[in-house]
């Protein structure tokens, strides 16, 4: 099953909590305030409420062992203020967290008045810790085991908490999977959290769905999907890569 929406993510997640919809993960990356061509900008509490209205929704929507993985930068707040959002969306998710994930990624700008950001977030929330599926030997690193250690695990150790996977950019033009979304998921990176953290035929939600990289993999892992999109060339961007 795949079904794409287009219009709000407010709207339709409404719409699905309405109709007993129930998914088993949340797989997304927000709009940071960043002045991205997509984006409304917003002052910092108009911001904070947006971020309440949609996150209020995720916990109506995922089943009791639901997974919602969270992916976010920061927000700059003037000329050499930042806000990791973060610490905004842990203050107001009301689920538990199990881990944080940090994304290292190589190339992007530089500056001059404080250091190169190379990093973004992944925060893993879950219905219930104890018992959300994360099934490891899908995801185990075998690069991982530098030595002929017979205690190693043959498919490899556990990737860690620090992944580092490139940014989708068309620099090299050498990017199969690059659209022309500026912020465009890894699909390497998505497969680990799909693979960990869902079965086979279970329900995947992206609310902003970008460009469709969680799709992609959900349909090449079969696991059903659901994406929302405002943006119309996003969205025919994201049908069109489905389709394929």
């Known amino acids: 099953m795949i079904e794409l929406y287009k219009g709000d993510c407010l709207e339709v997640m409404d719409r699905l909590i309405a109709d007993g919809v129930k998914v088993d993960a949340v797989i997304t990356s927000p709009p940071y305030n960043a002045k991205k061509e997509y984006e409304k900008e917003l002052s910092l509490s108009e911001y904070k409420k947006f971020a309440e209205k949609w996150v209020g929704k995720i916990e109506k929507l995922l089943s009791d062992n639901g997974v919602f993985w969270l992916n976010v930068g920061y927000m ?138 969680t799709g992609v993999v959900c349909k090449k892992l079969n696991r059903n999907f659901i994406g929302i999109e405002l943006d119309d060339k996003y969205f025919e961007i994201a049908e069109g890569r489905m389709n394929e």
């Not at 998505?190 to 869902?198: D, G, H, Q």
């Open 76 to 213: 700059k707040l003037d000329r050499n203020e930042t806000l990791p959002l973060t610490y905004l969306y842990h203050e107001i998710c009301n689920l538990p967290m199990v881990q944080e994930i940090v994304w290292h990624y190589g190339g992007g700008m530089s500056y001059k008045l404080r250091y190169t950001h190379r990093t973004e977030r992944w925060q893993w929330y879950a219905k219930n810790p104890n018992t959300c599926i994360f099934n490891l030997d899908e995801v185990r690193d075998l690069s991982l085991n530098k030595t002929n250690d017979k205690r190693n695990h043959k498919l490899g150790k556990n990737p860690t908490d620090y992944w580092h996977f490139d940014r989708v950019n068309s620099g090299t033009g050498k990017v199969k999977e690059k659209t022309e979304h500026p912020c465009q998921f890894s699909e390497k990176m998505v497969t680990r959290i799909v693979k960990a953290n869902t079965n086979e035929n279970q329900i995947v939600l992206d609310p902003f769905m970008g460009s469709g990289t």
